[in-house]
């Protein structure tokens, strides 16, 4: 039985769901036992019932100092994890003073321009026991050694740190455009940090492989689960052909997806790629690790989903998201704040973003069972859909080469921005209701005082810059940095020698400009 309705990956969805639905269902092969292969019920046994997931709030804008503010009021608000926002500038590895940054420092995150920044950033944050999360991709070696050296100035080693850096630069290519390096020489720098790690930060997530950003450029959740696990594939390949052992650095790598409203897609979604994973890990890649197979994710709530418009709605959003994640299973969630759509968030409205979350653990049931919806004949239905989807669309990456031969045909982002202009056909021809948008609307918005960054934090950046210039040893610097080149140019790791360069003072920006010299930059074959 059908009404003819589909869900947001275009797949049937039935009115009643029932017993012939599940038909070949074999709960052991498909289901598991929580915390035991394939894991669709969960990486860990106990789930929620011994603690709630970590509770992370992305946050970072303006100055390092304006940003450390924020971070005390998150962690005295109960957080239990910071992720950090940097400005474009320090995401294009760019220094705040160069011309190329004018107009965007400190505007969409804080601005690093070196160690020194870092110091202030984290200033008087317990970093041995917080953990953080870095949204960097290209430079995300410069970001991790320069908190690993501020943590070491204030007596914490590496392996004491606990965190993760985003570092995945194949989904800038295919959605958000954050990249700086050719995909070989960048695939070379993540499996060099993936050494790096796995010997001086063995608790840190390498890579959060990310579907979030594809979802907000348009991607299905099908599109966003294949692509996501198309692109580990190839993170795994680049590493294992650099010498690594799969079980060596596969169980610190980490996940990133979206949490929509269509609660029970997003949690079949969820389910669907644990098992898919693990599968993936155990018989293509002959992981053995249980830790390898585990797809432990964070998740954040569906920016693309909010609207200017009558903002307060957002809350109810954001709830009905954020109850999606945990239903299936994340390990960790970043509840979007509901000005989100118009400006950074004001402190209030962060802080109901956490309450959102906090509501969710401790005052529902949802925290006291593991994975409520197993056996459900709708939900096992839909896991199993998806599944199937994803596979099929894996495979057509897999047919093009992997994931590196499919960017460079275009392939994943004319598949995302198909699925984008059918949405924005489907809201303008109001056959897809969006509360207060284009149904549901009031003649006048009340007025909304938004969160602006003060200009005078970039003379302030450009200011500290030219002072770090002047009183740092230039000439150690400047051969620190050909030591970096040297490393890049042949096969020794580059992250010891880059550390080195950061420790002395230097830039970001002086750094990805050494790298920049060495592999070149990247340059879109629909640039030309």
Known sequence: ????????????????????????????????????????????????????????????????????????????????????????????????????????????????DSIDDMRVLFDDLPLDTLSTSMTIN???????????????????????????????????????GTYIYPPKESLRLISDIFAYCHKEMPRWNTISISGYHMAEAGATPVQEVAFTLADAKEYVRAAQAAGLDVDDFAPRLSFFFVARTTLLEEIAKFRAARRIWARI????????????????????????????????VNLVRVALQGLG???????????????????????????????????????????????????SYVMEAMTDDLEAAALDLIQAVEDK??????????????????????????????????????????????????????????????????????????DAVTAALATLKEAARGTDNVLYPMKEALRLRATGGEVAHALREVWGVYVPRDAF
């Open 138 to 176: 290209a430079p995300a070696a410069t970001l991790l050694l320069m908190y690993q050296l501020v943590a070491e100035e204030n007596g914490i080693s590496g392996d004491q740190l606990t965190g993760t850096i985003q570092n995945d630069v194949l989904k800038e290519y295919i959605a958000r």
């Open 325 to 375: 994640a945990v239903l299936g299973g994340t390990q960790s969630l970043h509840t979007n704040s509901y000005d989100e759509a118009i400006a950074l968030p004001t402190e209030k409205a962060a802080r109901l973003a956490l309450r959102t979350q906090q509501v969710i653990a401790y005052e529902t049931d949802v925290t006291k069972t593991v994975d409520p919806f197993a056996g």
């Open 401 to 474: 080469g992997g994931a590196v031969a499919a960017i460079e045909e275009g392939f994943q982002k004319s598949e995302i921005e198909r699925s984008a202009y059918r949405i924005a056909l489907e809201i303008d021809h109001q056959e897809r209701t969006i509360v207060g948008l284009n149904r549901f609307t009031v003649d006048q918005e009340e007025p909304y005082v938004p969160l602006r960054v003060d200009p005078q934090i970039e003379r302030e950046q450009v200011a500290r810059l030219t002072t770090l210039r002047r009183e740092r040893d230039n």
């Open 1 to 112: 039985m059908s009404d003819g309705a589909r869900t947001e990956s275009d797949l049937p969805l039935k009115k009643i769901y029932g017993a012939g639905d599940r038909a070949g269902f074999d709960e052991a092969v498909q289901l598991g036992e929580p915390g035991e292969f394939p894991y669709t019920r969960g990486v860990y046994a106990s789930m929620y019932t011994g603690r709630p997931w970590t509770m992370r709030q992305y946050a970072g804008f303006g100055t390092a100092k304006e940003s450390n503010e924020r971070y005390h009021q998150l962690v005295r608000a109960g957080t239990g994890g910071l992720s950090v926002a940097f400005d474009l500038p320090t995401q294009m590895g760019y220094d705040s003073d160069e011309a190329i940054s004018h107009g965007e420092v400190g505007k969409v995150g804080v601005a690093i």
């Open 281 to 312: 890990m155990r018989e293509e890649f002959g992981a053995t690790n249980p830790k390898s197979l585990m797809l432990r994710f964070h998740t954040q709530t569906a920016g693309v989903q909010l609207t200017a418009q009558q903002p307060e």
